[in-house]
């Protein structure tokens, strides 16, 4: 939902990617500070309740693994497991910013209700980038949806930081928001998936690799 803000971006990414490559920073360093980084903040500071101070320091680390790509084009260094690498560790930040939220809910912020939906926005988020994973193993592609992970990230995070200096019903609002745009995001990608699967074209192109894979 947010690509048609993707040239934008590019033209900020782009000379901090260069001066990041000019220091001798690869893509994959940068990938992994940037992971590492939101791990660290959100299990550091949301499960003690320091929800603003904590989506400030995460969305730092988020844009900071932004710019991997910008360095990898800076570096003309990218390569299939950069992009392996850098999806793995996504999704353990995503893990990490909801688990950390969730520690908090079922400890001291005492709300078992959004404890719940928490749980919910974690494992929607997984089955959101797993469909999409499974259907290009299949050979088709899935990039469809309202809430891939970009979306989820500014949802979050404004919800959290916001709730974080009290402002009324904010938290719960973005989380329900989130589980919604999920798991309309799921449903979006199964359908999406099973119409390509079912396209006649896909069908015989998958026979004609199974003919040859048979036949070597």
């Known amino acids: 939902m947010l690509r048609i803000l993707r040239p934008m971006i590019s033209r900020v990414t782009a000379p901090l990617g260069r001066s990041l490559a000019r220091i001798g920073l690869t893509p994959n360093i940068v990938t992994i500070v940037g992971a590492v980084g939101v791990v ?6 949301y499960p003690q309740g320091y929800l603003y101070a904590g989506s400030v320091v995460v969305t730092v680390f988020v844009l900071f693994d932004m710019l991997d790509g910008a360095v990898a084009r800076a570096r003309d260094s990218a390569s299939a ?12 930040a995503d893990a990490a910013i909801l688990s950390g939220l969730l520690w908090w ?6 709300e078992p209700l959004l404890a719940g939906l928490t749980l919910f926005c974690l494992v929607s988020g997984f089955m959101v980038s797993y469909i999409k994973a499974r259907a290009e193993g299949l050979g088709v592609n899935c990039d469809v949806g309202v809430a891939e992970r970009t979306e989820r990230l ?9 709730g974080g200096l009290d402002v009324p019903y904010v938290l719960a609002g973005g989380l329900w928001l989130l589980a919604a745009m999920s798991l309309l995001t799921v449903l979006q990608r199964l359908v999406e998936t099973r119409a390509r699967l079912n396209d006649p074209d896909y069908v015989e192109g998958a026979a004609g690799t199974d003919d040859a894979n048979n036949g070597a």
């Open 81 to 92: 497991f950069g992009a392996f690498l850098d999806s793995s560790l996504d999704r353990i």
């Open 105 to 110: 809910f079922i400890g001291g912020g005492d």
């Open 40 to 45: 660290v903040s959100a299990l550091y500071f």
């Open 154 to 162: 500014v949802v979050i995070l404004v919800a959290v930081g916001l």
